[in-house]
């Protein structure tokens, strides 16, 4: 197979996957019953776009192992909804103070400081709601309990929180090291993603080798999702990833650009990715979509 007939293919994959991530997550949002005004800025966010990478890497994962995707569906919209109120919260002016996400106004900016707190904590909480509620046959009570454990392991005080937190702390630090930034990350990007591949892993029934394999690949494939996303702050195009470009640099933060000159930046890139996918390899499963989906990450525009 060509490049080209390669790059089309993941193309469509990534199109239906995500068709299929919104259509549920439409359906799981039309059951919430709650004041209004909250469900419509929960709404708002969740509808405002995305690559939706978190949810789509997790069906791939599922797929990969041979196994069907439907079973991890609503697990892959709670990754979502988790992930979506950390963008919100994100972009609150006592954090990053941002008025665009996605090309949209942010969530703040139409509902308010009070309705965007709200909103995130509300869809942080329902994404737990979500997955202790499975009823599905193949899905037993250890898996729901391994996955609700990860995921609040990978999002909290040790996880993506805590790498927001490193992160405020590292802005205006002139002496903030590539170890430095890249364990900030680590944290702050990387665990959903990795949680994202072991929640696959997890609904598969992957054995502890897989295991291991497939959070090594994630690993790098999270360090090198953030490489690309200090990059095209520098090199991106506003119309295309949907934010001002250079706000990492206004807000002064530590970026690997700022670190490693540019050339640099794509260089460390390219050295996680080509590390991330000898681990895959390694799997013994049928992992082409979850490569070409690495190499989509790391060849994006936005």
């Known amino acids: 197979m060509t490049l080209q007939h390669k790059e089309n293919d993941i193309t469509l994959y990534l199109n239906n996957v995500r068709k299929q991530i919104n259509q549920h997550l439409a359906k799981l ?16 966010s ?8 978190r949810p789509i890497l997790l069906l791939a994962t599922i797929d990969a192992f041979g196994e069907r995707t439907e079973k991890g569906l609503t697990v892959a919209c709670a990754i979502e909804m988790l992930h979506t109120y950390s963008l919100i919260h994100d972009d609150l002016p006592a954090m990053d103070d941002d008025d665009l996400r996605r090309g949209k106004p942010t969530n703040h900016k139409v509902f308010g400081e009070a309705f965007a707190i709200l909103a995130g904590d509300a869809l942080l909480t329902h994404s737990f709601e979500l997955i202790s509620s499975l009823n599905e046959a193949d899905i037993s009570s ?18 993506m929180v805590g790498g927001q937190a490193e992160d405020l702390i590292a802005e205006n ?6 170890e430095e930034l890249e364990n900030i990350h680590f944290n702050k990007t990387g665990q959903l993603i990795i949680y994202s591949v072991i929640a ?4 598969s029934g992957a054995s502890m080798a897989q295991m291991q394999e497939l959070e090594q690949f994630a690993y790098h494939l999270g360090i090198a999702f953030q490489i690309q996303d200090d990059i095209l702050d520098v090199e991106g195009d506003i119309q ?11 807000n002064e933060k530590g970026t690997y650009p700022k670190l490693l000159t540019i050339d640099g930046a794509k260089r460390r890139l390219t050295e996680h990715i080509e590390s991330g996918l000898q681990f895959l390899r390694n799997t013994n499963i049928n992992h082409d979509k979850l490569e070409q989906i690495a190499m989509y990450i790391i060849n994006r525009d936005n």
Do not use: C
Request: hydrophobic fraction near 35%; glycine fraction near 12%; proline fraction near 6%.
């Open 200 to 203: 696959g892993a997890i609904l």
């Open 173 to 178: 630090n002139p002496h903030l090291t590539v």
């Open 240 to 250: 295309k990833t949907g934010k001002p470009i250079g706000s990492d640099y206004q």
């Open 46 to 53: 969740l509808s405002a776009g995305g690559k939706r990478i």
């Open 142 to 159: 250890d898996m729901q309990v391994e996955l609700v454990r990860r995921l609040a392991l990978a999002t909290g005080p040790e996880g």
């Open 29 to 44: 949002i039309s059951k919430l019953e709650g004041p209004k005004t909250l469900i419509d800025a929960m709404t708002y």
